[in-house]
């Protein structure tokens, strides 16, 4: 079946490193998003691409930034993390830019 | 893109209907309704949309007033697995529009 993978699923790092987070999905979906999940804020907007060498930013997109090589990925980066980043990381994707989201089942993100 | 306002939780007995109530007054006239839901710790998932007439889907039934400025979802037979927060969401565009707030914990009761 197709599906959209997040990995890692968890991941323990320090302030200052560079960090990736990858998002794959086998729909053949032009669309991705990236959100991060905080309690008490609902899930924010980090980044999405609508097709290949597309990236778009979203509402909380300083800190991060994507890439869109190809239609199944789009990985999240952290070029030198931050404490204040500590989230849980969904990505999504969809068929049409209207249509319905599939997420992934998350990234839990600690930076210490 | 509109507000949308939802109480924070609502309880529901299992087997019943649970109906989730979503206020979009300021709701502009190219704007769909969404729904979706995320159960503990997991990714949200999409439930059904509309623009002005009722759905129906396989998971959930979605009645929107006649001038759009409130909708309700309808769980036809809720069971423990419906417990999740549920998002209303009102947008018009591509899906960078789609606004998740806090949404509503629903809670189905044995």
């Known amino acids: 079946d197709a599906e959209i993978t997040q990995s890692p699923r968890h991941k323990i790092t320090e302030t200052g490193r560079q960090v990736t987070l990858a998002c794959h999905q086998t729909w053949n979906h032009n669309n991705m998003f990236w959100y991060r999940q905080d309690l008490g804020h609902g899930l924010r907007l980090i980044h999405y691409s609508y097709g290949v060498q597309d990236t778009n930013k979203g509402e909380v997109s300083d800190g991060y930034s994507v890439s869109r090589s190809n239609t199944e990925d789009l990985p999240l980066t952290l070029e030198s993390a931050a404490s204040s980043q500590t989230s849980v990381y969904f990505c999504?994707?969809?068929?049409?830019?209207?249509?319905?989201?599939?997420f992934g089942e998350g990234s839990r993100l600690t930076v210490l | 893109d509109a507000k949308t306002t939802q109480p924070p939780s609502m309880d529901c007995a299992e087997g019943r209907a649970a109906n989730l109530p979503c206020n979009h007054s300021t709701i502009s006239g190219n704007e769909y309704v969404y729904w979706y839901r995320q159960i503990h710790s997991q990714g949200p998932q999409y439930i059904i949309h509309g623009l002005k007439n009722n759905e129906t889907n396989e998971m959930a039934s979605l009645i929107i007033t006649e001038d759009r400025k409130s909708s309700t979802l309808i769980l036809p037979h809720a069971t423990l697995r419906d417990t999740a927060v549920y998002y209303c969401?009102?947008?018009?565009?591509?899906?960078?529009?789609?606004?998740f707030g806090k949404g509503m914990k629903l809670t189905v009761n044995p």
């Open positions: 969401i009102a947008a018009q565009g591509g899906s960078e529009k789609l606004v």
């Open positions: 999504a994707s969809s068929r049409t830019r209207t249509g319905e989201l599939f």
